[in-house]
C-alpha cells in the first residue's frame, strides 16, 4: 500500500500581540457562536477560532473560552476586549507521491484521503463518500450541474461545518458532491485552499495556516 507522506509543522511567532472584539451570539449544548472583530464563528468543543479562541464547555446559558491560556465563563450577548498572544502559526509539507499530492484530512471529524487540485474550485466528492460521512446532501444541499470529463453531472452544493489538513481547520467550507463515482478521490479545491497560504518549494507543497 502506497503510503501518502504530510509533515505537520509549527513556527512559533514569539512577541506578537492580538487584539480582539469578541461577541457571544449563540450558546447551544456543546456549541458556540462568536462573532470575532466582526467574523462570525461557530465553534464545537475544543476547536479553536483562527484568532485562538478555544471552546472548552458550552451549553444554552453559557460558554467556557479559553483565552491566551486563562478560561473565564461567558454569558449569552457577553462582550469581551481582550489583548492576547497570537496563537502559533501551523502548517502542513505535503511531498508527492507519482506527482499526484494526496493528503490524509478530515471533513466533519471524520476520516478521508484528497487529492489537492487547484483547478477544482471547491471540494468534491461523490455520492458514495458522501454518505460514508454522514452528509444528507439531498436534504442539505442545492442541486446544480457541473461539466466533468465525462460530461454533465448533477451536483448537490453545500457547507462542510469543517475541514482538516494537519492542524488546519477551516470551518464552512463550500463544498460539492456528485452522484456516480467520480471523483474517485475527494478533491481538495480552492474552497479550503484560498483559505490557507499556498507555495511550493521544489517538489515540496507548503500550506500555511492564516491569522
Not at 449544548?29 to 484568532?51: F, N
Not at 485562538?52 to 444554552?60: D, H, Q
Not at 474517485?184 to 515540496?204: E, I, P
Request: some cysteine; proline content about 3%.
Amino acid at each position: 500500500m502506497r503510503r501518502f507522506i504530510l509533515i505537520v509543522v509549527s513556527c512559533l511567532l514569539t512577541g506578537l500581540i492580538q487584539a480582539a472584539d469578541i461577541l457571544v451570539l449563540g450558546l447551544f449544548k456543546d456549541m458556540a457562536i462568536l462573532r470575532v472583530d466582526g467574523v462570525q464563528y461557530k465553534l464545537r468543543l475544543g476547536e479553536t477560532s483562527p484568532q485562538g479562541i478555544k471552546l472548552i464547555e458550552a451549553n444554552s446559558e453559557q460558554a467556557v473560552l479559553e483565552i491566551d491560556g486563562k478560561r473565564e465563563n461567558y454569558g449569552l450577548g457577553s462582550h469581551i476586549s481582550s489583548s492576547f498572544s497570537a496563537p502559533e502559526k501551523s502548517g502542513a509539507i505535503i511531498r508527492p507521491i507519482n506527482g499526484m499530492y494526496k493528503v490524509p484530512g478530515f471533513i466533519n471529524r471524520q476520516p478521508v484521503e484528497f487529492l489537492v487540485d487547484t483547478g477544482a474550485s471547491s471540494i468534491a466528492l461523490n455520492a458514495n463518500q458522501a454518505r460514508k460521512l454522514g452528509i444528507n446532501f439531498r436534504y442539505e444541499g442545492e442541486e446544480g450541474y457541473s461539466s466533468t470529463a465525462s460530461g454533465y453531472a448533477k451536483i448537490y452544493k453545500l457547507k462542510l461545518d469543517s475541514v482538516q489538513i494537519g492542524d488546519i481547520v477551516v470551518n464552512n467550507v463550500e463544498a460539492a458532491v456528485l452522484e456516480g463515482d467520480f471523483p474517485t478521490t475527494a478533491l481538495l479545491g480552492m474552497s479550503f485552499l484560498n483559505r490557507v497560504d499556498m507555495k511550493r518549494d521544489g517538489q515540496l507543497l507548503m500550506l500555511e495556516k492564516k491569522w
